[in-house]
């Protein structure tokens, strides 16, 4: 591919920026806000630091994380250690090292403001904020699950943009204080959940919620009661607000992610697991997967490689989040019962920390829960009678 033009320097678009660019395309990396403090967690699982090692041996400031804190309710808590880390960064650091690595590797980084997108003509058009319009073979959006430049495709104008029933709306702060464990609370009937991420200098602590269920002023209540519960001083916070994706398994299925001369990666392809809100690595290696077919002159294949990657892994977990977060089980709410297993078994608890560790994928995840359910009961049992 010779020219290609990628809107948005996020993790997915600063990948595909540099396996494009290291392919000898020549590449232009357009975004308004360049490395910028994303609001969310910033967790990268085992899966990310496999595939992208630098990430955990790299110089820069991080958090490596051991310890889970796990809440369901005021007291209902566990604690998970995980053998293999999760790595928190910053996301203006970790976005700033992506586009240093795209920069280095010989892509042109452009700080403006994308505002058209003309995928009609037989060289793709880009109209930037102040009029100027830029041409390439091709335009790569990873611009985010709010994404407004929507690609004309076979069967329309325009993309459709994702519905309500495919976000979810965070809230939360940036706390100047310190912490080595990462804290989840789950609450029951409610699709979502609460956490607690320490970074490097500050604590990313917030709330994502389904769009389509639940209203701004309930996401802040259910803040803002953590956050007392927490101890944790607002002086000096920063308050953040943003979307993102949590798909439903009929738009990982059926969302198209490529056209004749675009794609969408990260983000804008809603490559997220609706189950955690873990969302970087998918980012990181649709954009990867992107980069390698358009290098190879390939890009039909893209759509293929992600499917066979990741995204019928994505589908599974989109059918299992509405069920873990507002069904019950054994006569209380999923969430509830998954704490308190994690507080009673080692098995259980092994079981769960391989999920947010990303080490379990999902198709074969109720296999296993089935097959370990009699000991888990079994030591959930001897836990009762011994404590």
């Not at 600063?14 to 967790?43: F, M, Q």
């Not at 809230?171 to 029951?188: C, E, H, Q, T």
């Not at 804008?268 to 358009?294: K, M, N, P, Q």
């Not at 039909?300 to 509405?322: D, V």
Request: with cysteine.
């Amino acid at each position: 591919m010779r020219e290609v033009i990628i809107i948005g320097g996020g993790p997915a678009g600063a990948v595909c920026a540099e396996r494009l660019a290291r392919a000898h395309s020549t590449v232009t990396v357009i975004d308004d806000h360049l490395a910028w403090e994303k609001p969310c967690g910033g967790g990268l699982t085992q899966k990310a630091i496999r595939a992208y090692p630098f990430l955990l041996d790299g110089p820069y400031p991080k958090k490596i994380i051991r310890e889970i804190e796990l809440r369901a309710g005021p007291t209902t808590t566990a604690r998970l250690t995980v053998e293999e880390p999760i790595v928190i960064y910053s996301r203006q650091v970790l976005n700033g090292l992506l586009l240093d690595r795209a920069e280095h590797a010989g892509a042109r980084i452009l700080r403006a403001r994308a505002v058209a997108l003309n995928t009609t003509r037989a060289r793709p058009q880009v109209t930037l904020a102040g009029g100027e319009k830029l041409e390439s073979d091709f335009v790569v959006l990873a611009t985010g699950a709010r994404n407004r430049l929507l690609p004309a495709t076979a069967t329309s104008d325009s993309l459709d943009p994702l519905e309500p029933a495919d976000l979810e709306q965070t809230l939360g702060y940036y706390i100047p204080a310190d912490s080595d464990i990462l804290k989840i609370k789950f609450v029951p009937n409610f699709r979502g959940y609460l956490w607690s991420f320490p970074r490097p200098g500050h604590l990313s602590v917030g709330i994502c919620g389904k769009l389509d269920h639940h209203s701004t002023a309930t996401l802040r209540a259910h803040l803002e009661q953590y956050v007392d519960e927490e101890r944790l001083p607002r002086e000096g916070a920063t308050v953040f607000s943003h979307l993102l994706p949590s798909p439903r398994p009929a738009t990982v299925r059926d969302r198209p992610v490529l056209g004749p001369a675009w794609a969408l990666v990260g983000d804008a392809a809603a490559t997220v697991d609706s189950l955690t809100g873990e969302g970087i690595f998918y980012a990181l290696r649709s954009g990867e997967l992107l980069g390698e077919c358009l290098a190879a002159n390939q890009p039909e294949e893209y759509p293929n490689r992600l499917r066979t990657e990741f995204s019928a892994e994505l589908e599974r977990a989109a059918q299992l989040a509405p069920r873990f977060y507002s069904e019950n089980f054994m006569g209380g709410a999923v969430t509830t019962r998954t704490v308190e297993f994690a507080r009673r078994s080692p098995t259980f608890r092994r079981r769960l920390a391989a999920i947010f560790t990303g080490t379990q994928d999902y198709r074969t995840l109720p296999l296993r829960l089935w097959a370990q359910l009699p000991l888990s009961l079994a030591e959930i049992g001897w836990h009762f009678l011994v404590d």
